[in-house]
């Protein structure tokens, strides 16, 4: 039981991957990139689906390996404060849903948390990695980047993350009584 787990999250971590490789090219050929924050998607709901190691290392792996094969986000300082705050999408989302009751909203609650929590390490992360950059960042530009620039994509991930993460399982291959992630 518990090697069907570990290979369902396998499996379904590698199609995670791959979606958020593919996904934010699709987004910024039509400009909407940093909008819509494409990437984000599938950590989250790998986070949510998979458990949070799994979440953790999509997250954590995914910007790197983004800026390598497309050069985007650029590697330092981007895609290293993006590891940090994909990271902690991935592992909030998957521990949150753990502890969070149905009473409560789990869902959405657990999504609303990792989502803040996310941007609240990005915010540190950029202010370290862009200083040691020499670039600027403060207040402005972490209020301008983490929630008006990417309005819309706040938005996308509370309307698509909860019905994709229910669809995802309800399909037959969750049939497998999972636990913790099966990490």
């Known amino acids: 039981m518990r090697d069907q787990i570990y290979i369902r999250n396998m499996v379904l971590t590698s199609l995670f991957m791959a979606v958020g ?11 909407a990139g ?19 190691q799994w979440g953790l290392l999509v997250g954590a792996t995914l910007p790197l390996l983004s800026s390598l ?9 981007m895609a290293v404060a993006m590891m940090f705050e994909l990271a902690t999408y991935g592992f909030l989302s998957g521990r949150l849903l753990l502890s969070c009751s149905k009473r409560c909203g789990g869902l959405y609650l657990a ?11 990005s915010g540190v992360a950029r202010l370290v990695l862009f200083g040691l950059a020499g670039m600027p960042f403060g207040w402005q530009l972490f209020i301008s980047g983490a929630l008006l620039t990417s309005f819309p994509g706040i938005l996308l991930q509370l309307v698509i993350v909860p019905p994709l993460t229910l669809a995802i ?11 913790d992630g099966g990490f």
């Open 21 to 31: 490789l593919v996904l934010p090219y699709f987004f910024h050929l039509l400009g």
């Open 34 to 52: 940093q909008a819509f924050l494409p990437m984000h998607l599938p950590v989250l709901v790998c986070g949510l689906v998979c458990g949070w």
């Open 69 to 77: 094969i497309t050069g985007m986000p650029p590697l330092f300082p």
């Open 111 to 121: 999504l609303s948390v990792a989502m803040l929590g996310g941007r609240l390490v």
């Open 169 to 179: 399982k309800r399909l037959p291959v969750n049939r497998i009584n999972t636990v």
